[in-house]
């Protein structure tokens, strides 16, 4: 009777100890369980970053140069430097592609990736679609100006506690003359403390 009693308490005590609580939050609310970069730091940065590059001179010099008229950008290639660990630069290329398309003061083409799936369809509409309505080849919107950048991660641990610290650096290049016209930085660092319940 007594080893019935036990097992009945172990599994008891195991199904206790393994329910979760689940709640719901807002998108936007901070959250920082493990340290890594997360939806927080990628919209914070992208933010940062596009304000700088929307307050630089280059926008007032090509509206300027080209009687008022928004300047077409893309955004190019966002690499990972010095990290193991995994970033979904995907979501911060489209956190800038929103911040950018939200402010207004320029216009955005899409990314090639994006451009291959619409060439496909435009393609396809020559043939399939009636003439009305078939949109125009090599009717594309060129973009004036690539942002392209780099995140790079540094790490520094002992005995359990971490600091983080991520640097992402952008730079804004004319598709024409390749003349670098904007460099902006955003860091975060992010210090990580040893759990005080380890077991």
Known sequence: MKKILISILGVVLLFGCASREVSRVSADKQTDFSGRWNDTDSRMTASSLIEQSLSAPWLADFKQAHDGQKPVVIVGGIGLKNSTEHINTMTFVKDMQKALINSGKVKFVASSAERGQVRDERTQQQSHASMETAKR???????????????????????????????????????????????????????????????
């Not at 080849?137 to 790079?152: C, K, P, R, V, Y």
């Not at 991520?166 to 024409?176: P, T, V």
């Not at 390749?178 to 975060?188: A, L």
């Open 137 to 199: 080849l090599a009717a594309e919107t060129g973009a004036d100006f690539m942002l392209t950048g780099d995140i790079s991660v540094i790490l520094d641990e002992y005995d359990g506690q971490q600091a983080k610290f991520y640097q992402i650096d952008l730079q804004l290049i004319n598709i024409e003359t390749n003349q670098i016209v904007w460099i902006g930085d955003k860091k975060i660092k992010k210090l990580i403390g040893k759990d005080s319940h380890s077991w």
